[in-house]
């Protein structure tokens, strides 16, 4: 009978940030795959954990993946942890979850402590709705466009950012999304914790005093404003869609979305008329 693989998400800095499940899981799996074998010895020693240990990271996954979906169909029952947070959260681990679906081996996400969701509950900004972008990307010009293509989006941005490089994502940010409030998370829950909040050009400036720029850093933009709703009447629109060949419920969302509606105002709209 094949085995489990657990996906059991890890203390983002302070090592008290872990679930009673979590550790049991750590202490009873016949291996832990880890992105790097020192730091989740670090958190196995705090609990007193001693199960083998395997690294499993960005440069040997896709060898590694076969690997660990062989002995999990031979029975054996495995926990993929990343160095902090979720697994494959801008971590690896997707070819070997992908792989292990596939196989028909079971996968159970164990939760725990994420640094984009601590950071956004915590920022101050809002939570009814979010684009979480993972890392932005290194070079500046792919970085504008990722930044571009969200102008319009009416949702809070969520980020992670390097800190060699927030500096300069700063200052994309307020060339193109312009004075939108602005959060960024250092150091969540460790010993120097720290959220700064303003604009992107307020927020730049404090940093920019600083000899250096340290610890991991989740970067928040709030919502951009929703697309003007046009004058005509909705049901012209959406028949406008569907005359171009758009399904009629999709073309509903489509309109929904344009004008910054759900898709249920647009129903329920159309019915009234």
Known sequence: MAGT???????IGNLEDITYRAVRVLGEVDLIACEDTRQTRKLLDRYGIHRPMESYHEHNERARAGELVARLREGASIALVSDAGVPLVSDPGYRLVASAVEAGIVVQPVPGPSAALSALSASGLPTDCFYFGGFLPSKR?????????????????????????????????????????????????????????????????????????????TLLVGKGEAPP??????????????????????AIKMVAKRRGLSKREVYQALLER
């Open 5 to 11: 693989l657990y996906l059991v998400a890890t203390p």
């Open 141 to 217: 010009t792919q970085r504008r466009k990722v930044l571009e293509a969200l102008a319009a989006e009416p949702a809070t941005l969520v980020f992670y950012e390097t800190p060699h490089r927030i500096l300069e994502a700063l200052a994309d940010v307020e060339e193109i999304l312009g004075a939108r409030p602005v959060v960024v998370a250092r150091e969540m829950t460790k010993i120097h914790e720290e959220f700064l909040r303003g604009t992107a050009g307020e927020v730049r400036r404090v940093l920019e005093e600083r000899a250096v720029v340290k610890g991991e850093i």
């Open 229 to 250: 709703a046009e004058e005509r009447p909705l049901e012209e629109e959406v028949a406008e869609c569907v005359r171009q060949g758009t399904p009629r419920m999709d």
